[in-house]
C-alpha cells in the first residue's frame, strides 16, 4: 500500500516518546462533551479565510490549458496570440525554461513530466498563463492553438486488457503482476461447506467534488516561496514543492488553516502547486491557480471503480469455510493502485481460515486515482456484505447472526494478532437492538408495490491507529490563557475542537481562551496529513503529552513555592492546590517562577504504537428502504451508525462523522458515478454537480442515528480514540443493497443501483416466481 | 454588452424596438449555466426583473393571471395557486431546489422550451393561455400553440412572454404532479407528468392527462384522454390508461434514462394516478 502520503515509515528519532507517564483517563470533564467547534462562527459567517480566499496585493490569476481528448500527442503549440492579450504576464509550455520536471503521481507508477507531450486523460495539463484577471486568463487559454493527434483512447480495465487494445503507455496496459494474497487452503474450504455462494459485482468510479475546489496561492520573497494551499497535509506539500523545484524545506512555507473538503484528493501537490509557483516565479508577483469545478471532476483524483468477483462457502450452522475474492480495476492512467485495498475486508473482518484474493489493475485514459475516504473498502465491502447475506439466505439464518457468527478477536490477515480491542459484536448487537432490527425483520411482506426493507453491513478499516511522528507545543500564558502549536490541518473533521478539548482537559482551560496555531510549515510542528481517518489518534496523544508537560512544570514551580511536593498538586481553573490539604493553593499568576518566565511551554511527541497488536476500527451500519416497485425507484427511510473507533472525543464532530460517511455511502449506493462516453471518444460525461448525483438534503433520511460504542481501549494510545472518519462511509452502500434485497428479494450487484436495472431484475424475479 | 434594467413595461418596449436582438434575462437559470460560447456573442441583455407587470399572481375575470418572472418559489407557497391549482404548486415544489425556485421564473421555464421543462405538462392541462407582449401590443395563444418544437416557441421578435392565465378548473377535479428524476431535487426529470380529471355519476367525464421528457416537446396524450372520458370509473381502466400513455410517446434514450425505462416509468404513474382518481384518493 502507499503510505507515504498518510505515514512516515521512515525511523523517526526526532521524535521521541513522550517523556510523562500517561494514565489513561478515568474520567473526563470536557474530552467527549458535545461541544460546538471552536472555529463554527468563522466558518458559518464565512470569516474563515480558506485558501480559496487568499487575496495578495498585485495578485495574478493563473489558468491551465487542458486537453480535451481523452488520448492525444501534441503536434504543436502556438502562444503567440495568448501573449498578446492585454494583462497576460506569462505563458508556460514544455518549452519554458524549468518546466522539465518529473511528474510521477505515484512512485511505482509511470513517469511524466510536468507538461506532457502526450496527454493520456482530458483534462492533462498543456499550458498555463498568468494574467491580470481571471477572465484575461480565460481568453489567454481560448487564444492557445494546439494542434492534437487524436490517439484512440481506452476507458474500462476489462477493455484495456483485451488484445489489440489502445496503449496509454508505450508497455501496455497491465500494471504489472495481479497482487496477490492467501493463507489457509481455498479449496479444502470449499470441500467443507455445506453452502457455497458466488456472485460478481460491479462498482462505479467516483469522485471526491470537494466543496473547495483545488489550488493554491503562490508567492516568492527572494528564493523563499510561500504557498496558501488548499491541502490535507502542509508538510506533504512542502516535501513534494521542495523536491520538484529542488529548494531546500526551509524554503517552502505551506500555510493551508483551512481546507473546503479533501476526501483524499488533496493528500498530495496538483501540477497546479507547481504551475502557480513557476508562474510567480516568472511574473515577480503573488499568483493564484485554483481550478474550476469541471476542472476537478477531470484531473484531481477519483476512486476507482471496476468488477468483483467473491465466492463463499460456510457450514450449516454459518461458520465460514472459504472465501475466494478477484477483482479488476483500474487507477486511471497513471496510477497503479487500481484495485488496491479491495480485498481488506474480506481478509480481515470475518473469521475464516482461508481465504484467497487477486486484484489487477490496468491502466487507462482517464485521471489518475487517488485515495478516497477509505480506498478500496468501501468496494470490497460491496461484494463481501452482500455476499453475506446471499449466504444467510441460503441458510435461512438472520444475517445479523450469520455475522455473529464469524467474528474474531485477531486480524487474521496480520497475522493472527490481536486487537487491542474490538467492538464489532457489540456494534452489531446493540446497533440491532437500537434499530429495531428483529422487529422490522419480522414484520410480514407488503404486497402492494411500495415495499420496505431492512439491511446491515459491517466493516473495519486498515488504519485508523494513527501513530508518530507528531509533535505539539502548548504554550501556558501568564494569564491562564494557552496557545496550541500543531501542525495538522483541520479537514473539516473538527480537529482544531477535539485538540483544544484535550488541551481543556489537562489544565482545566476553558476552551474559548484556548488559540490553536496549526497547518502552517513555517511557523507550526511537523505533522503528517490529515487522512486514513488517523488524525485525532495520532495527534491527541500528543497534544495531551504537550499539555502534561506544561501541567508538570507549572506543579513542579507551584511545589517550590508552597513547599509541599509536585506529586500532591491538582491544576484546575487557573489555580494549584493540595489534594491532601486543600486550604493549600496558590493561583497560577502567583507562581513566583512563572511571574518571572512569562509563559510556560509544553512539548508532547507521539509515543510509538503498540507492538505485535492492531488497532483498528469497526462498524455496523442498519438501513431502512423503501421500494416502489413500480418505477424502480429507492428511498432510504432510516439510517443507524453503530461505531467502535474507541473514546468519543467530542460527541458533536463524532456524530457529524457517522451522518456525513452515511451521506457519501448514499450516493455510492443509489445515484453516483462517473460516466465516460467509452464507445467513443472516451470523455467524461458528467464533469459537474448537476449530471454527476450526489445525495441532497431530501435524499437523505431525516432519521439518522449514530450509536457510539465507546469501548475502552487502554493499549491503542494514551487518549483511547481509534480512527472513525473513513468506516463511516465503508458498509452503507451494501447496507441499502442488503435492504433491497429484503425489501424485494432481488439482488442487485453492480451500483448504483439503477431504477433501470432494478425494475428488470424485479421483472425477471417475478417471471421466475411465476 | 449592454444591459438594461427597465422599470417598466412600456421601458421596456422601447429598449426591444431599437434593438430587438437584445437577449431577454428572467433568473438566468437557464441562461448561465448554458454553453459559455452562447453568452460571448450577445449584443447585450435586457431585464425583466424590475417589471412589477410580470412579476405577479392575481385573479382577472374567472383566470388566475401569473406574471412570466414570478419565480417559482413565489408559486409554490402562493395560497391561490395552493387552492386552485395544486398540480401547478407542486411542480413549482419540485424544480430544481430551493435556491433554483428561488430564481427560476415560470417564464423561462416556457421560453427554454426544454422537453423536460416541469411546469410544462401542467400548463398543458391547465389550458393555459400565453399573454405575449410585443411593439404592437398584446396577443393571446393558447400554451398548446406555444411551444412549437425542440427549443422553438412562438415568440416573435421583440415580444416577450408577458404572463399565463389559468382559467378556473372544473369544480372537484382532481389534480394530480409527478415527477421521476435520478434523486429528490436539483435532477432533470427522467419523464414528468400532470393529470387533471373528474369523476361524475360514476364515470369518467373529464381527463386531461400531459407528460414531458417523453418526446422533443411535452404532450398532451389526446389517445389516452379520448379513450377515457365516458368510461365507468373502476380500476380496470388505470392498466388501460397507462398502457396506452407508453404507446402515445417517442421517448429517447439519453444519460438521464433509457427509453424503455421512461415509457415504463410513464405507464406506471400514468396508471397510478387513474386508480387514485377512481378512488378518489389524493396523491
Ligand atoms: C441546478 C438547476 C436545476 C434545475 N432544475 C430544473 C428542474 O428540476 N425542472 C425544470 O423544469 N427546470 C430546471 N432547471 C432549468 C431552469 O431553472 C428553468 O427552466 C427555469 O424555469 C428558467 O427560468 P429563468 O427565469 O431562470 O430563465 P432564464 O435563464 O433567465 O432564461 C431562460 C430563457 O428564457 C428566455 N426568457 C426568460 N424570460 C422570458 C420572458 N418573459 N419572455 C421571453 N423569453 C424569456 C431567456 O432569454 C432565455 O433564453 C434547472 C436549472 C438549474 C441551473
Given at each position: 500500500?502507499?503510505?507515504a502520503?498518510?505515514?512516515?515509515?521512515?525511523?523517526?528519532?526526532?521524535t521521541?516518546?513522550?517523556?510523562?507517564?500517561?494514565?489513561p483517563?478515568a474520567?473526563?470533564k470536557?474530552?467527549?462533551q458535545?461541544l460546538?467547534?471552536?472555529?463554527a462562527?468563522?466558518?458559518?459567517?464565512?470569516?474563515?479565510?480558506?485558501?480559496s480566499?487568499?487575496h495578495?496585493?498585485?495578485?495574478l490569476?493563473g489558468?491551465?490549458l487542458?486537453?480535451p481528448?481523452a488520448?492525444?500527442?501534441?503536434?504543436?503549440l502556438e502562444?503567440?496570440?495568448?501573449?498578446?492579450?492585454p494583462?497576460?504576464?506569462?505563458v508556460l509550455?514544455?518549452?519554458?525554461p524549468?518546466t522539465?520536471?518529473?511528474?510521477q503521481?505515484?512512485?511505482?507508477?509511470?513517469?511524466?513530466?510536468?507538461?506532457?507531450?502526450?496527454?493520456r486523460?482530458?483534462?492533462?495539463?498543456?499550458?498555463?498563463?498568468?494574467a491580470?484577471?481571471?477572465?484575461q486568463?480565460q481568453?489567454?487559454?481560448?487564444?492557445?492553438?494546439v494542434?492534437?493527434?487524436v490517439?484512440?483512447a481506452?476507458s474500462t480495465?476489462?477493455d484495456a486488457l483485451?488484445?489489440?487494445a489502445?496503449?496509454?503507455?508505450?508497455?501496455?496496459n497491465?500494471?504489472?503482476?495481479?497482487?496477490?494474497?492467501e493463507?489457509?487452503?481455498?479449496?479444502?474450504g470449499?470441500e467443507?461447506?455445506?453452502?457455497?455462494v458466488?456472485?460478481?459485482?460491479q462498482?462505479p468510479f467516483?469522485?471526491h467534488t470537494?466543496?473547495e475546489?483545488h489550488?493554491c496561492?503562490?508567492r516568492?520573497?527572494?528564493d523563499?516561496?510561500?504557498l496558501?494551499?488548499s491541502?490535507?497535509?502542509?508538510?506533504?506539500v512542502q516535501?513534494?514543492?521542495?523536491a520538484?523545484?529542488?529548494?531546500?524545506?526551509?524554503?517552502?512555507r505551506?500555510?493551508?488553516?483551512?481546507?473546503?473538503?479533501g476526501?483524499?484528493s488533496?493528500?498530495?501537490?496538483?501540477?497546479y502547486s507547481?504551475?502557480?509557483a513557476?508562474?510567480?516565479k516568472?511574473?515577480?508577483?503573488p499568483?493564484k491557480v485554483?481550478?474550476s469545478?469541471?476542472?476537478t471532476?477531470?484531473?484531481?483524483?477519483?476512486r476507482p471503480?471496476g468488477?468483483?468477483?467473491?465466492?463463499?462457502?460456510?457450514?450449516r450452522?454459518?461458520t465460514?469455510?472459504a472465501?475466494?475474492f478477484?477483482a479488476?480495476?483500474?487507477?486511471g492512467?497513471y496510477?497503479?493502485?487500481?484495485?488496491g485495498?479491495f480485498d481488506?475486508q474480506?481478509?480481515?473482518?470475518?473469521h475464516?481460515r482461508?481465504v484467497?484474493?487477486?486484484?489487477?489493475?490496468?491502466y487507462?485514459n482517464?485521471?489518475e486515482?487517488?485515495p478516497m475516504?477509505a480506498p478500496?473498502?468501501?468496494?470490497?465491502s460491496w461484494?463481501l456484505?452482500?455476499?453475506?447475506d446471499?449466504?444467510?439466505?441460503?441458510?435461512?439464518?438472520?444475517?445479523?447472526?450469520?455475522?455473529?457468527?464469524?467474528?474474531?478477536?485477531?486480524?487474521?490477515a496480520?497475522?493472527?494478532?490481536p486487537?487491542?480491542?474490538?467492538g464489532?459484536?457489540?456494534?452489531?448487537?446493540?446497533?440491532?437492538?437500537?434499530?429495531?432490527?428483529?422487529a422490522?425483520r419480522a414484520?410480514?411482506a407488503?404486497?402492494?408495490?411500495?415495499?420496505r426493507?431492512?439491511?446491515?453491513?459491517?466493516c473495519?478499516?486498515v488504519?485508523?491507529?494513527?501513530?508518530?511522528?507528531?509533535?505539539?507545543?502548548?504554550?501556558?500564558?501568564?494569564d491562564?490563557?494557552v496557545n496550541?502549536?500543531m501542525?495538522?490541518?483541520?479537514?473539516?473533521?473538527?480537529t482544531?475542537?477535539v485538540m483544544a478539548?484535550?488541551?481543556?482537559e489537562?489544565?482545566g482551560?476553558?476552551?474559548e481562551?484556548?488559540q490553536?496555531?496549526?497547518?502552517d510549515?513555517?511557523t507550526?510542528?511537523?505533522?503528517?496529513a490529515?487522512?486514513?481517518s488517523?488524525?485525532?489518534?495520532t495527534?491527541?496523544p500528543a497534544?495531551r503529552?504537550a499539555?502534561?508537560?506544561?501541567?508538570?512544570q507549572?506543579?513542579?514551580?507551584?511545589?517550590?513555592?508552597?513547599?509541599i511536593s509536585?506529586?500532591?498538586l491538582e491544576l484546575e481553573a487557573?489555580?494549584?492546590f493540595s489534594t491532601?490539604?486543600?486550604a493549600k493553593r496558590?493561583?497560577?499568576?502567583e507562581?513566583?517562577q512563572?511571574r518571572q518566565r512569562?509563559?510556560?511551554?509544553?512539548?508532547g511527541?507521539?509515543?510509538?504504537?503498540?507492538?505485535?497488536?492492531?488497532?483498528?476500527p469497526?462498524?455496523?451500519?442498519?438501513c431502512?428502504?423503501e421500494?416502489?416497485?413500480?418505477?424502480?425507484?429507492?428511498?432510504?427511510?432510516?439510517?443507524l451508525?453503530?461505531?467502535?473507533?474507541g473514546?468519543?472525543m467530542?460527541r458533536l464532530?463524532y456524530d457529524n462523522?457517522?451522518?456525513?460517511?452515511?451521506?457519501?455511502?448514499?450516493?455510492f449506493g443509489?445515484?453516483?458515478?462517473?460516466v465516460?462516453?467509452e464507445?467513443?471518444?472516451?470523455?467524461?460525461?458528467?464533469?459537474n454537480?448537476?449530471?454527476?448525483?450526489?445525495p441532497?438534503?431530501?435524499d437523505?433520511?431525516a432519521?439518522m442515528?449514530?450509536l457510539?460504542?465507546?469501548?475502552?481501549d487502554?493499549?491503542?494510545?494514551t487518549?483511547g480514540?481509534?480512527?472513525?472518519?473513513?468506516?463511516?462511509?465503508?458498509?452503507t452502500a451494501?447496507?441499502i443493497?442488503?435492504?433491497?434485497?429484503?425489501?424485494t428479494g432481488?439482488?442487485?450487484?453492480?451500483a448504483?443501483?439503477?431504477p433501470t436495472r432494478?425494475?428488470?431484475?424485479?421483472?425477471?424475479?417475478?417471471q421466475?416466481?411465476? | 454588452?449592454?444591459?438594461?434594467?427597465p422599470r417598466s413595461?412600456d421601458?421596456?418596449m422601447?429598449?426591444?424596438?431599437e434593438?430587438p436582438?437584445?437577449?431577454l434575462?428572467?433568473?438566468?437559470?437557464?441562461l448561465?449555466?448554458g454553453?459559455p460560447?452562447d453568452r460571448?456573442?450577445?449584443p447585450g441583455?435586457?431585464d425583466l426583473?424590475g417589471?412589477?407587470?410580470?412579476?405577479?399572481?392575481?385573479?382577472h375575470?374567472?383566470?388566475?393571471?401569473?406574471?412570466?418572472?414570478t419565480?417559482?418559489?413565489?408559486?409554490?407557497?402562493?395560497p391561490?395557486?395552493?387552492?386552485s391549482?395544486?398540480?401547478l404548486?407542486e411542480?413549482?415544489?419540485?424544480?430544481g431546489?430551493?435556491?433554483?425556485?428561488?430564481?427560476a421564473?415560470?417564464g423561462?421555464n416556457?421560453?427554454?422550451?426544454s422537453p423536460?421543462?416541469?411546469?410544462?405538462?401542467?400548463?398543458?392541462v391547465?389550458?393555459?393561455?400565453?399573454?405575449?407582449?410585443?411593439?404592437e401590443?398584446?396577443?393571446?395563444?393558447p400554451?398548446?400553440e406555444?411551444?412549437?418544437?425542440?427549443?422553438?416557441?412562438?415568440l416573435g421578435p421583440?415580444?416577450i412572454?408577458g404572463?399565463v392565465?389559468?382559467?378556473k378548473p372544473?369544480e372537484?377535479?382532481m389534480?394530480?404532479?409527478?415527477?421521476?428524476?435520478a434523486r429528490e431535487a436539483q435532477?432533470i426529470?427522467?419523464v414528468?407528468?400532470?393529470?387533471l380529471?373528474?369523476?361524475s355519476?360514476?364515470r369518467v367525464?373529464e381527463y386531461?392527462?400531459?407528460?414531458?421528457?417523453v418526446a422533443?416537446?411535452?404532450?398532451?396524450?389526446t389517445e389516452?384522454?379520448?379513450?377515457?372520458v365516458?368510461r365507468?370509473?373502476?380500476a380496470?381502466i388505470?392498466?388501460l390508461?397507462?398502457?396506452?400513455?407508453?404507446?402515445?410517446?417517442?421517448p429517447i434514450?439519453?444519460?438521464r434514462?433509457?427509453?424503455?425505462y421512461?415509457?415504463?416509468?410513464?405507464?406506471?404513474?400514468?396508471r397510478?394516478m387513474?386508480?387514485?382518481l377512481?378512488?378518489?384518493?389524493?396523491e
Amino acid at each position: 500500500m502507499r503510505e507515504a502520503n498518510y505515514y512516515s515509515r521512515d525511523p523517526v528519532p526526532e521524535t521521541p516518546e513522550p517523556k510523562q507517564k500517561q494514565d489513561p483517563w478515568a474520567e473526563t470533564k470536557v474530552v467527549g462533551q458535545p461541544l460546538p467547534r471552536v472555529d463554527a462562527y468563522q466558518r458559518l459567517s464565512g470569516a474563515a479565510v480558506y485558501p480559496s480566499d487568499v487575496h495578495l496585493p498585485e495578485m495574478l490569476y493563473g489558468a491551465i490549458l487542458r486537453c480535451p481528448h481523452a488520448h492525444a500527442r501534441i503536434k504543436s503549440l502556438e502562444t503567440t496570440a495568448a501573449e498578446q492579450i492585454p494583462g497576460v504576464r506569462a505563458v508556460l509550455t514544455n518549452s519554458s525554461p524549468g518546466t522539465d520536471i518529473p511528474w510521477q503521481p505515484e512512485s511505482d507508477g509511470p513517469a511524466s513530466v510536468l507538461f506532457d507531450p502526450v496527454c493520456r486523460f482530458e483534462g492533462e495539463a498543456v499550458a498555463a498563463v498568468a494574467a491580470t484577471t481571471p477572465y484575461q486568463a480565460q481568453d489567454a487559454l481560448r487564444a492557445m492553438q494546439v494542434d492534437y493527434e487524436v490517439l484512440p483512447a481506452v476507458s474500462t480495465p476489462q477493455d484495456a486488457l483485451e488484445p489489440g487494445a489502445p496503449k496509454v503507455h508505450p508497455d501496455g496496459n497491465s500494471v504489472g503482476e495481479p497482487s496477490t494474497y492467501e493463507r489457509g487452503d481455498v479449496s479444502a474450504g470449499f470441500e467443507a461447506a455445506d453452502v457455497v455462494v458466488e456472485e460478481t459485482f460491479q462498482v462505479p468510479f467516483l469522485l471526491h467534488t470537494p466543496m473547495e475546489p483545488h489550488g493554491c496561492v503562490a508567492r516568492w520573497e527572494g528564493d523563499k516561496l510561500t504557498l496558501w494551499e488548499s491541502t490535507q497535509g502542509v508538510y506533504n506539500v512542502q516535501r513534494q514543492v521542495a523536491a520538484a523545484l529542488d529548494l531546500p524545506l526551509s524554503h517552502v512555507r505551506v500555510i493551508g488553516h483551512y481546507v473546503g473538503g479533501g476526501f483524499g484528493s488533496k493528500l498530495a501537490i496538483g501540477k497546479y502547486s507547481l504551475i502557480a509557483a513557476l508562474l510567480a516565479k516568472k511574473t515577480a508577483r503573488p499568483v493564484k491557480v485554483f481550478l474550476s469545478r469541471e476542472e476537478t471532476f477531470l484531473c484531481v483524483g477519483n476512486r476507482p471503480g471496476g468488477t468483483m468477483r467473491l465466492k463463499a462457502g460456510a457450514k450449516r450452522d454459518g461458520t465460514l469455510t472459504a472465501l475466494d475474492f478477484e477483482a479488476l480495476g483500474s487507477g486511471g492512467a497513471y496510477s497503479p493502485y487500481g484495485t488496491g485495498l479491495f480485498d481488506w475486508q474480506i481478509r480481515d473482518l470475518y473469521h475464516c481460515r482461508n481465504v484467497r484474493t487477486k486484484g489487477r489493475s490496468a491502466y487507462i485514459n482517464a485521471g489518475e486515482e487517488r485515495p478516497m475516504r477509505a480506498p478500496g473498502h468501501p468496494q470490497g465491502s460491496w461484494a463481501l456484505e452482500q455476499v453475506l447475506d446471499a449466504l444467510a439466505a441460503k441458510l435461512e439464518m438472520d444475517p445479523l447472526k450469520l455475522r455473529l457468527e464469524n467474528l474474531t478477536a485477531v486480524s487474521q490477515a496480520r497475522g493472527d494478532i490481536p486487537y487491542t480491542s474490538t467492538g464489532f459484536k457489540e456494534c452489531l448487537e446493540e446497533g440491532a437492538k437500537a434499530f429495531g432490527w428483529a422487529a422490522a425483520r419480522a414484520r410480514p411482506a407488503a404486497d402492494g408495490p411500495v415495499v420496505r426493507g431492512v439491511g446491515v453491513g459491517g466493516c473495519t478499516w486498515v488504519a485508523g491507529a494513527g501513530g508518530p511522528p507528531s509533535t505539539a507545543i502548548v504554550k501556558y500564558f501568564a494569564d491562564g490563557s494557552v496557545n496550541l502549536n500543531m501542525g495538522a490541518s483541520d479537514i473539516g473533521t473538527g480537529t482544531k475542537t477535539v485538540m483544544a478539548m484535550v488541551v481543556a482537559e489537562e489544565l482545566g482551560v476553558p476552551v474559548e481562551r484556548i488559540q490553536i496555531e496549526h497547518a502552517d510549515t513555517g511557523t507550526t510542528e511537523f505533522a503528517t496529513a490529515s487522512g486514513g481517518s488517523k488524525t485525532v489518534p495520532t495527534e491527541s496523544p500528543a497534544v495531551r503529552a504537550a499539555a502534561l508537560d506544561c501541567r508538570e512544570q507549572l506543579l513542579a514551580m507551584a511545589a517550590q513555592d508552597l513547599n509541599i511536593s509536585a506529586a500532591e498538586l491538582e491544576l484546575e481553573a487557573g489555580e494549584v492546590f493540595s489534594t491532601r490539604d486543600p486550604a493549600k493553593r496558590l493561583a497560577v499568576g502567583e507562581i513566583s517562577q512563572f511571574r518571572q518566565r512569562r509563559t510556560v511551554v509544553g512539548v508532547g511527541y507521539r509515543g510509538p504504537n503498540p507492538e505485535d497488536k492492531a488497532v483498528c476500527p469497526f462498524a455496523a451500519q442498519f438501513c431502512e428502504v423503501e421500494v416502489n416497485k413500480r418505477t424502480g425507484e429507492v428511498r432510504v427511510l432510516r439510517f443507524l451508525g453503530a461505531h467502535d473507533s474507541g473514546r468519543v472525543m467530542s460527541r458533536l464532530t463524532y456524530d457529524n462523522q457517522v451522518y456525513g460517511g452515511i451521506v457519501m455511502g448514499i450516493g455510492f449506493g443509489l445515484t453516483e458515478r462517473r460516466v465516460l462516453d467509452e464507445k467513443q471518444t472516451g470523455k467524461m460525461v458528467n464533469r459537474n454537480w448537476h449530471d454527476y448525483k450526489i445525495p441532497t438534503a431530501l435524499d437523505v433520511p431525516a432519521d439518522m442515528e449514530s450509536l457510539p460504542i465507546e469501548i475502552q481501549d487502554l493499549e491503542c494510545n494514551t487518549t483511547g480514540a481509534k480512527g472513525l472518519g473513513e468506516p463511516v462511509t465503508i458498509p452503507t452502500a451494501a447496507a441499502i443493497a442488503n435492504a433491497v434485497y429484503d425489501a424485494t428479494g432481488v439482488r442487485v450487484t453492480e451500483a448504483p443501483i439503477n431504477p433501470t436495472r432494478l425494475l428488470d431484475l424485479l421483472a425477471a424475479h417475478d417471471q421466475r416466481r411465476a | 454588452m449592454k444591459a438594461f434594467a427597465p422599470r417598466s413595461l412600456d421601458e421596456a418596449m422601447v429598449r426591444l424596438t431599437e434593438d430587438p436582438d437584445l437577449r431577454l434575462l428572467a433568473g438566468c437559470t437557464d441562461l448561465m449555466v448554458g454553453e459559455p460560447e452562447d453568452r460571448l456573442g450577445l449584443p447585450g441583455v435586457l431585464d425583466l426583473r424590475g417589471l412589477s407587470e410580470l412579476r405577479r399572481i392575481e385573479w382577472h375575470d374567472d383566470a388566475l393571471e401569473i406574471g412570466a418572472v414570478t419565480p417559482f418559489s413565489q408559486i409554490r407557497d402562493s395560497p391561490e395557486v395552493q387552492k386552485s391549482f395544486p398540480a401547478l404548486a407542486e411542480a413549482a415544489s419540485k424544480i430544481g431546489g430551493w435556491q433554483i425556485q428561488n430564481r427560476a421564473s415560470l417564464g423561462g421555464n416556457m421560453a427554454n422550451a426544454s422537453p423536460a421543462g416541469d411546469s410544462l405538462p401542467v400548463l398543458l392541462v391547465l389550458e393555459a393561455q400565453v399573454v405575449l407582449v410585443g411593439p404592437e401590443g398584446t396577443r393571446t395563444v393558447p400554451y398548446r400553440e406555444f411551444h412549437l418544437g425542440y427549443r422553438q416557441t412562438a415568440l416573435g421578435p421583440g415580444e416577450i412572454i408577458g404572463w399565463v392565465r389559468l382559467p378556473k378548473p372544473p369544480e372537484n377535479a382532481m389534480q394530480f404532479f409527478r415527477k421521476v428524476g435520478a434523486r429528490e431535487a436539483q435532477a432533470i426529470s427522467k419523464v414528468v407528468v400532470a393529470l387533471l380529471a373528474d369523476v361524475s355519476d360514476g364515470r369518467v367525464s373529464e381527463y386531461r392527462l400531459a407528460a414531458g421528457s417523453v418526446a422533443e416537446v411535452p404532450l398532451r396524450l389526446t389517445e389516452v384522454e379520448k379513450a377515457m372520458v365516458g368510461r365507468a370509473a373502476k380500476a380496470e381502466i388505470a392498466n388501460l390508461a397507462g398502457h396506452l400513455a407508453a404507446q402515445a410517446v417517442r421517448p429517447i434514450d439519453d444519460v438521464r434514462s433509457t427509453a424503455e425505462y421512461r415509457r415504463f416509468a410513464l405507464e406506471q404513474v400514468v396508471r397510478r394516478m387513474t386508480l387514485q382518481l377512481v378512488r378518489r384518493v389524493p396523491e
